[in-house]
Structure formats: structure tokens, C-alpha cells
């Protein structure tokens, strides 16, 4: 039986999704599904056409953002749920695949009773699953949503930064702080190792500044230049952000970024001994999100669109496709939303932290388990680059 199936992206934009639409939409036309592309989001289901008949040779995989477009639109919080789903009827939708992080799952999981509902994870925070059970060794097949869709690609990309960043603190001397995203969770931060920075710190380690510049002076008086990642998250003693505008997004979260700025300037205080001159930061803001995806990410997302497609054919609702670790490699598979989702006693979604076995927080630096996790997606650590002895005189 044909089909009409919606598909909208929804929050920030990531390297992946157009992969992610190209599988719907080779999957839909193998089944002789319609694919109606929803524009903006959920912005876009609420403003009357703003749709588009998507087949696949209208999307190139190979290019990031969305052919689509994105809002962050909360349908629940302007309680317009109902708008939507009247809208939606009357492009005749049969079936819908929202493609987002926890709040475009959990908005899109509100019209399951009108509509054949299925998933696919998009984020580059890497924050949506669930971890390995705690204790011991980590089973990595046990992850729930082994990545996201797009967090691959925006941790190679930081990983290249950061290593790229290094030739101008070597050559001048300097102690350069790099801010990645991360506003809970330090994902994106941790894979700068492949980066190879001095130091790492992630949002779920508090901020204690003496054991920083301890650190930093000490690596400093080695080696004469340091990179210093820190997530955008970063907390202080009191569990507040250590910076956050004033600004809320639609689903009431406090926009975070600039800290790097202000540990630079803590640092410069506590290390008297460094000139401030040779202490800067680096916020990376939006150019972790842009460009193209890597090939595994491409792949694997291309695949989840697939499956997601699939589900809806088999009736399989609130379901969404994940990336998981298996016997035979990374691959998708469907998973019921529950599972995907956790939610705490007030059901709200919690998001997935960075496991901190993967972490060495008294060395700031990635654990033999964090290269463990990331092997699967980049391969081994790379060995870093060591400048030659110079063997330098003095007159």
C-alpha cells in the first residue's frame, strides 16, 4: 500500500542530514512511498506550504546542512500541537520522520496517535542514547545510540583544529584555549584528543582553576606552548555556567559559550610568570556544525534513513533508528523510543553525559577506554607531531 510520508529537520543543523534525507528518500522510492519534504522544521508545518516533493536525485549526501532547512521550534511550549497535526492532515500525511536531537523526538512523539511516527537521532552533542552500564570495563555494545548522526564529522573537524592550531602556539609561544560546543555534555571536547591538545576539560567536571594553572604552568615550563580545550559547558564550584547569554531558545535553555575568554583571563591572573600577551582563546562557535560529512558518518546515516523507512512499512511506531556497536561493526538498528529517550520522574528527557571512564580528570587528558570508544569512528590515535631538538645556542 503507498504511502505518504512527511520529513522535517529540526534543531541545529548538521554535517549528516542531507545523508540521513537521501536514505528516506531512496528507501521511499524502492517502496513506492510519496515523500513530502516539510521546510524549517516544525516552524515549517505550521505555516501552510512550505513543502516540497523530495526524491533522491534532489539531495547530495556528500554536502552537510539541510536541504530542508531548520528551526528550533517548540510546538508543545506554544501549545500549537494541535495546528500542526490539522496542518499535516491536510497535506493528506500518512506517516511522519521527524529528524532531530531529544526535543524533536520528544515533540514528534505527541503526534504518534495521528500519525505512522518513526525517528532518526540527529545532534553533533552526541547526547542523545544512553551509556554502558556503569562499573567495571565498559561493554561498548551495551551504548545506546552509539553516535549520533553528525557528531562524527564535528569531532573530526575539532580534532583538526586543534591540530592545526598547534603551529601557531608553538610558534609563538603561546597558551591557546580552543572552546568546543558542549553544553552538557563534553563528546565533542573529548574527541579533540584526536587532536592531540596538552589538556581537556569537559562539562561534568566542575572547574577548579588552581589545578588548572598548576597543570598549565608546569606543561608550559616543558614544552613552552600549549592547546587547552574546554567545552562551552563548563561549570563552577556552584553548578552554575561559568558563561551563558541572557538569550533562551524556544525550549528554555540558557545559550552557553565565551568561557574560554574567561578561563584565558583567570589564567592570566593566576600565572604571573607567563606574559598575558601569550594567552588567547578560540570559540569555534558554528564552524563544528558546517561542512561535510565524513565518510562513516555519511554512510551510517544514509543507512538509518533507510531503516527509519522500513519501520514505517512494518508498522513499527515510535520507533527510532540508531547507530550501534555490534559483533559486526557500527550499524543501525531500531530501537523503541523508550529506550532512546530516558526520562526522569517529572519526564523530562535526560540527556546523555560523557562517560567518564572515557576521561582522566587529573590529568585532563582522554583514558585508554575514551580511545577505545572513538576507535570504531577515527581509527587509532594518531602519534602527534614532535618538533626536532634545535639544540639552540647562546652567545
Not at 26 to 51: D, N, P, R, S, T
Not at 194 to 220: R, S, T
Not at 245 to 260: I, K, N, Q, V
Not at 309 to 331: F, L, P
Request: proline share 4%; hydrophobic share 35%; charged share 25%.
Amino acid at each position: 500500500m503507498s504511502k505518504r510520508i512527511g520529513v522535517l529537520t529540526g534543531g541545529g543543523d548538521t554535517p549528516a542530514l542531507n545523508a540521513t534525507l537521501k536514505g528516506i528518500a531512496l528507501e521511499c522510492e524502492e517502496l513506492g512511498f510519496e515523500l513530502i519534504g516539510l521546510m524549517q522544521g516544525w516552524a515549517g508545518v505550521l505555516k501552510q506550504g512550505l513543502y516540497c516533493h523530495l526524491v533522491p536525485g534532489m539531495i547530495d549526501e556528500n554536502r552537510g546542512g539541510t536541504i530542508l532547512q531548520s528551526s528550533r521550534t517548540n510546538l508543545r511550549a506554544s501549545g500549537q500541537i494541535g495546528e500542526a497535526i490539522e496542518n499535516l492532515k491536510k497535506l493528506e500525511i500518512d506517516a511522519l520522520i521527524p529528524i532531530g536531537g531529544d526535543d524533536t523526538l520528544s515533540v514528534g512523539s505527541e503526534l504518534s496517535n495521528d500519525f505512522a511516527t518513526t525517528f532518526v537521532t540527529k545532534t553533533i552533542d552526541n547526547d542523545v542514547g544512553s551509556n554502558a552500564p556503569e562499573g567495571g570495563s565498559v561493554d561498548y555494545l551495551q551504548l545506546v545510540n552509539y553516535f549520533c548522526p553528525g557528531f562524527p564529522s564535528a569531532a573530526n573537524r575539532i580534532a583538526e583544529y586543534v591540530r592545526d592550531i598547534r603551529t601557531t602556539a608553538y610558534s609563538h609561544n603561546r597558551i591557546i584555549f580552543v572552546e568546543a560546543m558542549g553544553r552538557y555534555a563534553g563528546w565533542l571536547t573529548l574527541a579533540s584528543a584526536y587532536g592531540h591538545p596538552d589538556l581537556i576539560l569537559v562539562p561534568e567536571i566542575k572547574y577548579e582553576p588552581d589545578n588548572l594553572a598548576a597543570c598549565i604552568e608546569k606543561k608550559y615550563r616543558q614544552v613552552g606552548n600549549l592547546v587547552v580545550v574546554v567545552s562551552e559547558g563548563i561549570t563552577g564550584e556552584d553548578g552554575k555556567l561559568l558563561t551563558e547569554s541572557e538569550e533562551l531558545d524556544s525550549f528554555g535553555h540558557a545559550r552557553p559559550g565565551g568561557c574560554s575568554e574567561l578561563i584565558a583571563q583567570d589564567m592570566k591572573e593566576r600565572l604571573p610568570s607567563i606574559s598575558s600577551s601569550n594567552l588567547r582563546h578560540q570559540v569555534l562557535a558554528y564552524m563544528q556544525r558546517c561542512g561535510n560529512p565524513i565518510p562513516i558518518d555519511r554512510d551510517t546515516a544514509i543507512q538509518a534513513g533507510r531503516l527509519a523507512v522500513q519501520a514505517i512499512k512494518n508498522d513499527k511506531i515510535n520507533h527510532v533508528a540508531t547507530i550501534m556497536r555490534t559483533e559486526n561493526g557500527i550499524e543501525p538498528q531500531l530501537l523503541h523510543l523508550e529506550r532512546v529517550l530516558k526520562r526522569d520522574e517529572d519526564g523530562r528527557v535526560i540527556r546523555r553525559s560523557l562517560d567518564l571512564r572515557f576521561y582522566n580528570a587529573e590529568s585532563f587528558r582522554i583514558s585508554e577506554a575514551g580511545i577505545e570508544y572513538f576507535r570504531p569512528i577515527f581509527g587509532n590515535l594518531p602519534e602527534s607531531f614532535q618538533y626536532p631538538d634545535l639544540n639552540i645556542q647562546y652567545i
